[in-house]
Every structure is written in structure tokens, then in C-alpha cells.
């Protein structure tokens, strides 16, 4: 985001506009508006404050800059007064000169016409030659306003404005007039048969002196001033001045010429601008250094030849030219597919290894090897020496290196290849590619580059090298750029669920399951367990209970199982859902914040059939609703399953954004790990679709919204993604628990265990966690629960009923 003040313009403008260009912008942060209206203010006092007392909101940089407006305007009022002239003075002649004045600068030149006696014939209506050589025609000033009357049915090109038609204009053919008789028109103008040849002087055509007389006679009209002498015009004859008259140029094309190009050919620019480039290779890391290798080219020793540090061979400067040819590949591999604008992605023998993905980019100053490529290399990062200051990319963000490392890099094959040696910069950023080649290395090889056959060919001292592109490479990074943004895109706390078959009458709990299928941190057993069925009539309903039980406590237990079923739920029909006197999840948003409809997203047939799956799952399961006209909607996004399986999330990033954090702690998870230990007896339970139990908000469920093919559903129980799901979810089990934890119970979020500190005593404390359950209407889903176990995994710590201190499995 960019908006500069203007010259001239008041801070109660610039402000205004300003702040019109923030709103187009959704969810800008405070600091990229502080930091582009720091870049786009002028100097004064209003910045000289913003610099020495840096805001810390844009209320407050609004609030400030109040008071800086009404000092501006009165100051401005006071001028006003103190240069109105006085009563009775003369005010007209003034306004005129100024007008005038004003225009003569704007066009360079008197905002007047030549009139004239008679005028020469034209080959083509004055419209159609307007049109072709508005590049040279001098345009008058534009008006300073529309005339009400003027007939809206006529319109001039001339002076762009209504009232009179093109080829009536008369100062339209004043203007070609002079442009005719100064020898412009060449390709337009009437030669008569028995006349001869007109001779004319060509003057300049766009600054005219003052003063300037036409005297008409026979076949010649001299331009009568004594501002060019007799040899000049003589020098100047045929030759017709340029635009700015700093010299003669040559004679416009013949109609016959001109090809599409236009009859002015190129038009004169406007001014040029200018490029910036930097990097560790143009000419160092401090400021002064590189300020001193931008003036080498401005440097010219008259007496001294340019010194050379090397003599170039003879081998160096051989001729490089490319042909159909260069299109075709090796054997086994597919030719160039045109027309294409794939960038130049191939595969480089870097120190040693052969590194493929990697990008040559005429672009880049530097040479870029990204950290993961660095550790597949097997390289030492402990020697990386240090580079000071970051780089910078096409956003002009700083890009922070973790350090410099030389490696040799060898391009082409045997016998034709080339050797050089590469200071790259490690990066630790996602990248499709593994490595950068920039313009420093391509010029150190005198590589030359044809981007339409993906070929690189540089000279070699057995001949010219080459380095062809992979196409397909190149595509293939360019998708995987377009899935890390959809991944980057997705919320980082959805997490997926378990599929498995779904009834015809009754939803499964793992249908619904938003959780991964294999999480490091989640609790389970790490020793051998059993399947148990709890009802005879429907076996498929098992538990998983240790091997290690006697007897009697493993008749006990499943006894004390079967009794309990009331808690376990093995349908979605059998969840109730936590009270709402309970607690319910709020979204807070900021009212403030706009809502956000997002562009909709379209999928494949593969992809919108997965999200209709999904979506009747939720409906059956009575999690989500169907809305309209909401004002906020989210687009859901599909991420691949270990299993080959879509998992469906909904991208509820521009919603939390809105949303302030909950500042509620999570538990310490040493302190959790700590307790858990030393216990002969553990349960391992985990809550059936834990965030779907909790009820959302009426007031905030439409704010939920996403898009499903044809229509838009809302949640109605809490969703995974939202933000502060896990501290109201974290409240809940505390409140559930609260009586228990830190005596029988862990519980972090959805990770719940109970433990005994001796074996006979386990089924009481899970008597009295299934009775808090019970009473929370809390189900637990027994496919993902195990009881009764001596060791298992917590918060990816492995512990065991003997075994101190805890084995930490994290990677």
C-alpha cells in the first residue's frame, strides 16, 4: 500500500484519501499503515511527531493528526487574508495574467494560433490525421470547465470537449496549417502537377518565438525573424527540428511506411525512471561501499586505459547463437511445449551433490541455497559465517540469512562444462525451489540466456556449454508454490478425523472425528492391549483394556464398563451435547471490524465430492445448519489425508482476526508430566468430537458461515479452527474436573488420564471421573479410549508405572 502526498496537497486531504485507501484494504495491520503513511508524508511538523513519538494504534496517529489539520487550515486562512488585495483595487487584469502565465508554462510556448490567409490541401480529412499523428500535434489547453449548452451530438478530438465537430475545428486546422507549411505533413499534403517544388524552412514546431509573422507569396512562404541566421537555415533545410528543438531529426516516414507503427513512430517519453538494484554482489554490505560501486560507471579516466583484471582467452568470446534445435531434449524426455512462460528450473552439481529445483533468476543479486536443502547436503551449520544485514525480495520485506557458505557448482557435461565458485546465501524460508542461481554467477560464467528454449549456453574452452531447463520441473514447483499458499491458508488448529464406514440409520463417531490419525502428543498406551466386547447384541462394540490385569480385575473392570456405557458413545445420536448453563463458546468480534465475505472458492469433482460427503455427515450429526444472507462466510479447504482421503476445514482467518485471544493459560505441561508419573494404574480417555459437545453461541453461529456447493451452512456447536476454542474447551474439563485434577486426573485440553497411585484402587477413580462425565453430559468415545493400563504416552512423554524419570519421545 502506497499513497503519497501530493505537492502542494493539505494534510486534511492527504489524511482523508489516506484512510479511503485503508478501507479498500481488508484487515490491514496497524504497523503497514503506520509504516506506508510515514513513507507517503511530506516532510513537516505532523512527521517530525510521528517520528520522535511513534504511535502505538491508528486511533491515536487520527487523534494527532487533528490538531496538526486545524493549525494547517487557520495558518492557511491567514495567508488568505493577509494577500487579499485591497478594496478598489484592480483585480481582472491580474486573473488574466496569471491565467496566461499559467498556461504558457504548462505548454511550454504562447497558448495562441496563427491565423491564416489561405490553406493548403490535405490528402485526408483532418479527423483521420489527428488521429494518426497525435504524438506531433501541439495540443491547446484544456478548458476549465463543460459549457452546459454545448451540443452533446459533436465532439472534438482536438480539444476533447463537446460543443463542434473534429473537422470544423478551426484551431485543429490552424495548428495542421503550420505543421504543413514547416514541411511535417509531408505524406498528407497536395502536390500540384505544374507548380514547382515549394521550398521551405523548417523551424521548430513546438517552440515557437514570440512575435512570429507569415508572409504569403507564390509558391514559398519564408518565415520572416531574425532569430536564425542565413547559414543556420540553410544547415537546418529538410530537416525538421525535434519536439523540445534541441536539433534536427529525421523526416517522418511516407504514408506509404507506415505499417501499424503510427506516423510518429515511437513517441517521445514522458521521463524515464529509474531501477534501484542491490545485494552482496553490487559491491559490498555497508552503504558506502555500494554508493561507491554505483559510481564506478560514472567515473571516465581520459589518460589512463581501462585496467583489466584478467586477459580474456580466446575460448571466452565465441559467438553464442540458438536455433530450433536448442527446443528439442534428450532422449526419453519431452521436447519444449510452446507457447509456454515457465521459468528457468533445472538441476545444478552443487558442491556434492546434483541439487535439482533449482531456479536461475536473472533477477536475484545474490545466490540463495534455502535451509533445507543446506541440511540435505549434509553441510555443517555451526561453520556458516555470519552475514551482516538481510535481503530483500519484490515485496521489499526483509528476508533474514542464517549465513554464507562457497560452494563449487559444475554446469553442462563433459567435455563442455564450467566450473565456478558460488557464495551462497542460506535462507531459512518455504521455497518450491532448493537454490537460486542471480545474475552474479551468470555473468561470472558468460552465460547467455534464451528463456523461449529454456536454454543456457556459455563458452567453454572445448566449445560453447549448455544447460537445458526441465519444463516439467519448472511446472512442478509452480503447483507446489500454489499448495503451500492453500496450506498457509488453512487454519493451523483444524485437525482431521478418522474415517470409517458409515451406517445407513446412525452416524459413527469417527465419521465425524476431527482429529489426525496419528499425533504424537495425543494419549495412548504403548504396551499390548485387547479388544472387549461390551454388548453381546452388537460385538462390533468393543473397548481396548490392558494385558496385564488379573483375573479378578479384569472381570471387575469390564463389569464396571458395561454398567457405565451411558458415558461412551458410539453415535452421534447418543451426544447429547454439554448444557449451555455450563458454558457455551462466544466469539467476541470486534465490533469495529468489518465482516468478511470471501471470495468464493471452486473445486473439482473429487474435491466437491468430498465436501458433500462431509456435509452431510454434519448435518446428520446435527453440528451445522443452513443459512442465509450472512455476513460473514468462509470457504472451506481440503487437505490430503495420510490415507489418500480429503480432510475438510474451513478457513476462518479473516473471523479470528477479528476476534481478541482469550487469554486464559493452558496448563504447564512439565508440571502435567510431572504428576502423571508413578502411578501403577492409568486410563487413557478421550471425549467423542470434544469441541462438537460445546454449544456456540445463536448470536455468533451465522458468523460460523461457509460455503457448500450450492448453498451456505453455520455451525451450531463449537468448530475446530476458531480461535480461543482450545481455552474454552480447557475451561470446561477444569470445571468438569475440578475436584479431581492434580489428585486422580490430568487433564491439557482434550488429553485426559487417569491415574492411581495403586492398581485396586483404579475403577473408584473412574467411578468418580464417569460420574463428573455423566453429569456434564460428557461422552467419551471408546474407540479412542484404553483402560487399565501400567505405561502409555502423555503429551508425548512416555511413562511407566516403574520406570522414573519420563522418557520424552517428542522429535
Same mark, same amino acid.
Given at each position: 500500500?502506497?499513497?503519497?502526498?501530493k505537492e502542494g496537497e493539505s494534510l486534511r486531504d492527504y489524511m482523508q484519501r489516506f484512510n479511503k485507501a485503508t478501507l479498500d484494504i481488508d484487515n490491514v495491520p496497524d504497523t503497514i499503515c503506520l509504516s506506508a503513511l510515514l513513507h507517503g508524508l511530506k516532510r513537516g511538523r505532523f512527521l517530525d511527531d510521528l517520528l520522535e513519538n511513534?504511535? !502505538?494504534?491508528?486511533?491515536?496517529?487520527?487523534?494527532?493528526? /487533528?490538531?496538526?489539520?486545524?493549525?494547517?487550515?487557520?495558518?492557511?486562512?491567514?495567508?488568505?487574508?493577509?494577500?487579499?488585495?485591497?478594496?478598489?483595487?484592480?483585480?481582472?487584469?491580474?486573473?488574466?495574467? $496569471?491565467?496566461?502565465?499559467? &498556461?504558457?508554462?504548462?505548454?511550454?510556448?504562447?497558448?495562441?494560433?496563427?491565423?491564416?490567409?489561405?490553406?493548403?490541401?490535405?490528402?485526408?480529412?483532418?479527423?483521420?490525421?489527428?488521429?494518426?499523428?497525435?504524438?506531433?500535434?501541439?495540443?491547446?489547453?484544456?478548458?476549465?470547465?463543460?459549457?452546459?449548452?454545448?451540443?452533446?451530438?459533436?465532439?472534438?478530438?482536438?480539444?476533447?470537449?463537446?460543443?463542434?465537430?473534429?473537422?470544423?475545428?478551426?484551431?485543429?486546422?490552424?495548428?495542421?496549417?503550420?505543421?504543413?507549411?514547416?514541411? %511535417?505533413?509531408?505524406?498528407?499534403?497536395?502536390?500540384?502537377?505544374?507548380?514547382?517544388?515549394?521550398?521551405?524552412?523548417?523551424?521548430?514546431?513546438?517552440?515557437? =518565438?514570440?512575435?512570429?509573422?507569415?508572409?504569403?507569396?507564390?509558391?514559398?512562404?519564408?518565415?520572416?525573424?531574425?532569430?536564425?541566421?542565413?547559414?543556420?537555415?540553410?544547415?537546418?533545410?529538410?530537416?525538421?527540428?525535434?519536439?523540445?528543438?534541441?536539433?534536427?531529426?529525421?523526416?517522418?516516414?511516407?504514408?506509404?511506411?507506415?505499417?501499424?507503427?503510427?506516423?510518429?513512430?515511437?513517441?517521445? =517519453?514522458?521521463?524515464?525512471?529509474?531501477?534501484?538494484?542491490?545485494?552482496?554482489?553490487?559491491?559490498?554490505?555497508?552503504?558506502?561501499?555500494?554508493?561507491?560501486?554505483?559510481?564506478?560507471?560514472?567515473?571516465?579516466?581520459?589518460?589512463?586505459?581501462?585496467?583489466?583484471?584478467?586477459?580474456?582467452?580466446?575460448?571466452?568470446?565465441?559467438?553464442?547463437?540458438?536455433?530450433?534445435?536448442?527446443?528439442?531434449?534428450?532422449?526419453?524426455?519431452?521436447?519444449?511445449?510452446?507457447?509456454?512462460?515457465?521459468?528457468?528450473?533445472?538441476?545444478?552439481?552443487?558442491?556434492?551433490?546434483?541439487?535439482?529445483?533449482?531456479?536461475?533468476?536473472?533477477?536475484?543479486?545474490?545466490?540463495?541455497?534455502?535451509?533445507?536443502?543446506?541440511?540435505?547436503?549434509?553441510?555443517?551449520?555451526?561453520?556458516?559465517?555470519?552475514?551482516?544485514?538481510?535481503?530483500?525480495?519484490?515485496?521489499?520485506?526483509?528476508?533474514?540469512?542464517?549465513?554464507?557458505?562457497?560452494?563449487?557448482?559444475?554446469?553442462?557435461?563433459?567435455?563442455?562444462?564450467?566450473?565456478?565458485?558460488?557464495?551462497?546465501?542460506?535462507?531459512?524460508?518455504?521455497?518450491?525451489?532448493?537454490?537460486?542461481?542471480?545474475?552474479?554467477?551468470?555473468?561470472?560464467?558468460?552465460? &547467455?540466456?534464451?528463456?523461449?528454449?529454456?536454454?543456457?549456453?556459455?563458452?567453454?574452452?572445448?566449445?560453447?556449454?549448455?544447460?537445458?531447463?526441465?519444463?516439467?520441473?519448472?511446472?512442478?514447483? +509452480?503447483?507446489?508454490?500454489? %499448495?503451500?499458499?492453500?496450506?498457509?491458508?488453512?487454519?493451523?488448529?483444524?485437525?482431521?478425523?478418522?474415517?470409517?464406514?458409515? @451406517?445407513?440409520?446412525?452416524?459413527?463417531?469417527?465419521?465425524?472425528?476431527?482429529?489426525?490419525?496419528? &499425533?504424537?502428543?495425543?494419549?495412548?498406551?504403548?504396551?499390548?492391549?485387547?479388544?472387549?466386547?461390551?454388548?453381546?447384541?452388537?460385538?462390533?462394540?468393543?473397548?481396548?483394556?490392558?494385558?496385564?490385569?488379573?483375573?479378578?480385575?479384569?472381570?471387575?473392570?469390564?463389569?464396571?464398563?458395561?454398567?457405565?456405557?451411558?458415558?461412551?458413545?458410539?453415535?452421534?445420536?447418543?451426544?447429547?451435547?454439554?448444557?449451555?448453563?455450563?458454558?457455551?463458546?462466544?466469539?467476541?468480534?470486534?465490533?469495529?471490524?468489518?465482516?468478511?465475505?470471501?471470495?468464493?472458492?471452486?473445486?473439482?469433482?473429487?474435491?466437491?465430492?468430498?465436501?458433500?460427503?462431509?456435509?452431510? $455427515?454434519?448435518?446428520?450429526?446435527?453440528?451445522?445448519?443452513?443459512?442465509?444472507?450472512?455476513?460473514?462466510?468462509?470457504?472451506?479447504?481440503?487437505?490430503?489425508?495420510?490415507?489418500?482421503?480429503?480432510?475438510?476445514?474451513?478457513?476462518?482467518?479473516? *473471523?479470528?482476526?477479528?476476534?481478541?485471544?482469550?487469554?486464559?493459560?493452558?496448563?504447564?505441561?512439565?508440571?502435567?508430566?510431572?504428576?502423571?508419573?508413578?502411578?501403577?494404574?492409568?486410563?487413557?480417555?478421550?471425549?467423542?468430537?470434544?469441541?462438537?459437545?460445546?454449544?456456540?453461541? *445463536?448470536?455468533?453461529?451465522? !458468523?460460523?458461515?461457509?460455503?457448500?456447493?450450492?448453498?451456505?451452512?453455520?455451525?451450531?456447536?463449537? =468448530?475446530?479452527?476458531?480461535?480461543?476454542? @482450545? /481455552?474454552?474447551?480447557?475451561?470446561?474439563?477444569?470445571?468438569?474436573?475440578?475436584?479431581?485434577?492434580?489428585?486422580?486426573?490430568?487433564? +491439557?485440553?482434550?488429553?485426559?488420564?487417569?491415574?492411581?497411585?495403586?492398581?485396586?484402587?483404579?475403577?473408584?477413580?473412574?467411578?468418580?471421573?464417569?460420574?463428573?462425565?455423566?453429569?456434564?453430559?460428557?461422552?467419551?468415545?471408546?474407540?479412542?479410549?484404553?483402560?487399565?493400563?501400567?505405561?502409555?504416552?502423555?503429551?508425548? +512423554?512416555?511413562?511407566?508405572?516403574?520406570?522414573?524419570?519420563?522418557?520424552?519421545?517428542?522429535?
Open positions: 500500500m502506497q499513497v503519497n502526498q511513534p504511535p !502505538k494504534t491508528w486511533n491515536e496517529v487520527n487523534d494527532r493528526s /487533528a490538531s496538526f489539520i486545524l493549525s494547517e487550515d487557520f495558518q492557511s486562512s491567514k495567508r488568505r487574508a493577509d494577500d487579499k488585495p485591497s478594496r478598489g483595487q484592480e483585480q481582472q487584469p491580474r486573473r488574466e495574467e $496569471k491565467k496566461k502565465q499559467k &498556461v504558457g508554462e504548462q505548454w511550454g510556448k504562447p497558448a495562441e494560433f496563427p491565423k491564416y490567409a489561405s490553406y493548403i490541401p490535405l490528402t485526408l480529412p483532418r479527423s483521420q490525421i489527428l488521429a494518426q499523428i497525435q504524438h506531433w500535434v501541439r495540443r491547446p489547453p484544456p478548458p476549465l470547465h463543460d459549457s452546459p449548452r454545448a451540443d452533446k451530438s459533436k465532439h472534438c478530438d482536438y480539444h476533447r470537449v463537446y460543443g463542434h465537430n473534429t473537422e470544423d475545428c478551426q484551431h485543429l486546422k490552424d495548428e495542421l496549417e503550420f505543421l504543413a507549411r514547416n514541411g %511535417k505533413l509531408e505524406g498528407y499534403v497536395q502536390k500540384p502537377h505544374a507548380q514547382q517544388p515549394t521550398q521551405t524552412h523548417f523551424v521548430q514546431a513546438y517552440d515557437r =518565438p514570440q512575435g512570429q509573422r507569415y508572409q504569403h507569396g507564390g509558391t514559398q512562404d519564408a518565415y520572416q525573424d531574425n532569430q536564425y541566421s542565413s547559414e543556420q537555415s540553410r544547415a537546418y533545410r529538410g530537416r525538421p527540428f525535434n519536439r523540445r528543438g534541441q536539433g534536427p531529426r529525421t523526416t517522418a516516414p511516407n504514408q506509404k511506411d507506415r505499417k501499424g507503427v503510427g506516423y510518429a513512430g515511437i513517441p517521445p =517519453p514522458y521521463g524515464t525512471i529509474n531501477m534501484i538494484s542491490g545485494g552482496v554482489h553490487s559491491g559490498g554490505q555497508s552503504a558506502r561501499a555500494r554508493k561507491a560501486y554505483a559510481r564506478q560507471v560514472m567515473t571516465v579516466n581520459k589518460n589512463k586505459p581501462l585496467k583489466r583484471p584478467f586477459e580474456e582467452a580466446e575460448w571466452e568470446n565465441t559467438p553464442i547463437t540458438f536455433s530450433p534445435a536448442d527446443y528439442k531434449r534428450a532422449e526419453g524426455e519431452p521436447d519444449i511445449m510452446m507457447p509456454h512462460a515457465d521459468p528457468f528450473v533445472t538441476t545444478v552439481h552443487i558442491g556434492n551433490h546434483n541439487v535439482n529445483k533449482v531456479f536461475i533468476d536473472t533477477g536475484s543479486s545474490p545466490d540463495i541455497l534455502y535451509c533445507g536443502c543446506f541440511q540435505k547436503m549434509q553441510l555443517n551449520p555451526s561453520s556458516l559465517p555470519k552475514h551482516e544485514g538481510p535481503i530483500y525480495g519484490f515485496d521489499n520485506q526483509p528476508v533474514p540469512v542464517e549465513g554464507v557458505i562457497t560452494l563449487p557448482i559444475y554446469v553442462g557435461s563433459e567435455p563442455r562444462f564450467r566450473m565456478a565458485s558460488v557464495t551462497f546465501l542460506v535462507v531459512k524460508m518455504e521455497s518450491a525451489f532448493n537454490a537460486i542461481l542471480g545474475r552474479a554467477t551468470l555473468c561470472e560464467l558468460k552465460a &547467455v540466456i534464451s528463456q523461449p528454449h529454456l536454454c543456457i549456453k556459455f563458452p567453454t574452452p572445448q566449445g560453447v556449454g549448455v544447460l537445458k531447463g526441465n519444463q516439467k520441473m519448472a511446472r512442478a514447483c +509452480y503447483q507446489d508454490t500454489f %499448495k503451500k499458499v492453500e496450506l498457509a491458508a488453512a487454519p493451523t488448529s483444524v485437525e482431521g478425523w478418522k474415517p470409517t464406514q458409515l @451406517g445407513q440409520q446412525t452416524m459413527s463417531i469417527s465419521d465425524i472425528e476431527h482429529r489426525p490419525d496419528s &499425533v504424537e502428543q495425543k494419549a495412548e498406551p504403548v504396551e499390548p492391549v485387547e479388544m472387549v466386547p461390551l454388548n453381546p447384541d452388537v460385538p462390533e462394540r468393543t473397548v481396548k483394556i490392558g494385558t496385564k490385569l488379573t483375573k479378578e480385575k479384569r472381570a471387575e473392570l469390564i463389569e464396571f464398563l458395561r454398567t457405565n456405557q451411558d458415558v461412551l458413545a458410539w453415535t452421534t445420536d447418543e451426544m447429547p451435547g454439554i448444557p449451555a448453563e455450563l458454558t457455551v463458546h462466544k466469539l467476541s468480534t470486534d465490533p469495529t471490524r468489518r465482516p468478511v465475505v470471501q471470495k468464493r472458492r471452486l473445486f473439482g469433482p473429487e474435491k466437491q465430492a468430498a465436501i458433500d460427503e462431509e456435509i452431510q $455427515k454434519l448435518l446428520q450429526a446435527g453440528f451445522i445448519r443452513r443459512v442465509e444472507y450472512s455476513e460473514w462466510v468462509s470457504n472451506p479447504v481440503l487437505v490430503k489425508k495420510p490415507n489418500g482421503k480429503w480432510r475438510m476445514c474451513i478457513n476462518f482467518t479473516n *473471523l479470528n482476526d477479528a476476534c481478541p485471544k482469550d487469554p486464559h493459560p493452558l496448563p504447564n505441561v512439565e508440571k502435567l508430566v510431572e504428576r502423571a508419573a508413578g502411578h501403577e494404574r492409568m486410563s487413557f480417555l478421550d471425549a467423542s468430537s470434544g469441541y462438537h459437545q460445546v454449544q456456540l453461541l *445463536l448470536d455468533d453461529q451465522e !458468523k460460523t458461515a461457509f460455503y457448500a456447493g450450492d448453498a451456505i451452512y453455520c455451525y451450531v456447536m463449537m =468448530p475446530f479452527g476458531l480461535k480461543n476454542a @482450545g /481455552a474454552t474447551y480447557q475451561k470446561l474439563v477444569q470445571i468438569i474436573f475440578k475436584l479431581q485434577i492434580g489428585r486422580n486426573i490430568e487433564v +491439557y485440553v482434550d488429553d485426559m488420564i487417569v491415574t492411581s497411585v495403586r492398581a485396586e484402587d483404579h475403577i473408584d477413580d473412574l467411578d468418580e471421573t464417569f460420574q463428573n462425565l455423566r453429569r456434564a453430559q460428557m461422552k467419551l468415545n471408546p474407540l479412542k479410549c484404553t483402560f487399565a493400563v501400567e505405561s502409555g504416552k502423555f503429551l508425548g +512423554y512416555t511413562r511407566a508405572s516403574v520406570t522414573l524419570p519420563l522418557e520424552c519421545t517428542e522429535s
